[in-house]
């Protein structure tokens, strides 16, 4: 695991456990009868966000024992990448939401290598994050912000949210003079597990249509993967669609696995990290 990362995503979550002080400080605005809280809505609220994840993958892939190094950029995913669907969604009443984002990634080529051998390869990746948000803290805007939408709009927001991430990957590669006499060497296998994870998300509005947003966990716990974490930071621009509320989006998102599993000959181990840029639109029905 990459030590820097895992400090990284603790300091960020941190940050953001530290902002709860100053917005309960802060929560005098909730005495104001004329500024409604978001989270005292008791219509159920739907929003769909489809977006572009370009991330490259840095460290080592065990595959039936054989390790191989994997050294991509977010500028060599664009190459390599062959399909990818990504989405997250969310319902929230009130307080209380739920989430499920599915993640599901083809990509193929031959920057990998395994004790100087090149590798050729086939990876199938999904991921699917699900669990329960809670609005832990919110500060309403005030009549400092000439807004319209003075009543359905938080100046800041602190959720809590905890659940699973499931992951599946199926590897196909070929590694070329591996094998007895310098033949080729061809490995397949696939895993699957589910790991508990629990983080943070929080989003701040700057004025003129623009928030920022940044949420961050982490997982694993040793239940399947020894240890995960993921963090995500988007600047969003607000605009209308008709009747709909929509957001646009660009940011940063960085994910890591360390996991392992089986004896010598079958052994299945990821320590890798996925980072790169994205974009994307949440959609509010």
């Known amino acids: 695991m990459r030590f820097k990362g895992f400090i990284g995503s603790l300091v960020i979550i941190f940050i953001f456990v530290g902002f709860i002080p100053f917005a309960l400080s802060q929560n005098k605005n909730s005495e104001n009868e004329d500024i409604e809280f978001v989270s005292d809505s008791k219509k159920w609220e739907f929003s769909a966000s489809p977006y572009g994840w370009i991330a490259g993958i840095d460290g080592d892939m065990t595959v039936q024992g054989t390790e191989v190094e994997i050294d991509m950029s977010f500028g060599d995913i664009l190459d390599v990448i062959d399909f990818g669907v990504m989405s997250q969604f969310e319902l929230r009443r009130g307080k209380i939401g739920f989430y499920f984002d599915p993640l599901y990634l083809k990509v193929s080529g031959d920057e990998g290598s395994s004790g100087g051998a090149q590798v050729d390869y086939e990876i199938k990746t999904s991921f699917l994050d699900f669990g329960v948000l809670y609005r832990l803290v919110e500060i309403p805007l005030d009549d400092s912000f000439d807004s319209t939408e003075r009543a359905r709009r938080s100046l800041f927001a602190l959720d809590l949210y905890g659940g699973g991430r499931y992951f599946y990957m199926k590897t196909e590669m070929d590694i070329k003079g591996a094998g007895p006499l310098g033949a080729d060497k061809s490995l397949e296998q696939t895993e699957d597990f589910v790991d508990p994870i629990v983080g943070t998300k929080m989003a701040y509005y700057l004025g003129k249509k623009f928030t920022i947003a940044f949420k961050g966990d982490i997982g694993g716990f040793d239940v399947n993967s020894d240890f ?21 989006g660009i940011g940063y998102r960085a994910l890591d696995l360390d996991f392992a599993e089986g004896d010598v000959f079958s052994r299945f181990a990821l320590d890798i990290t996925m980072s790169g840029p994205l974009l994307g639109v949440r959609i509010v029905f």
Request: net charge positive.
């Open 228 to 248: 995960m974490w993921n963090v995500q930071g988007i600047l969003g621009y607000d605009f209308k669609l008709g009747k709909k509320k929509g957001t646009f």
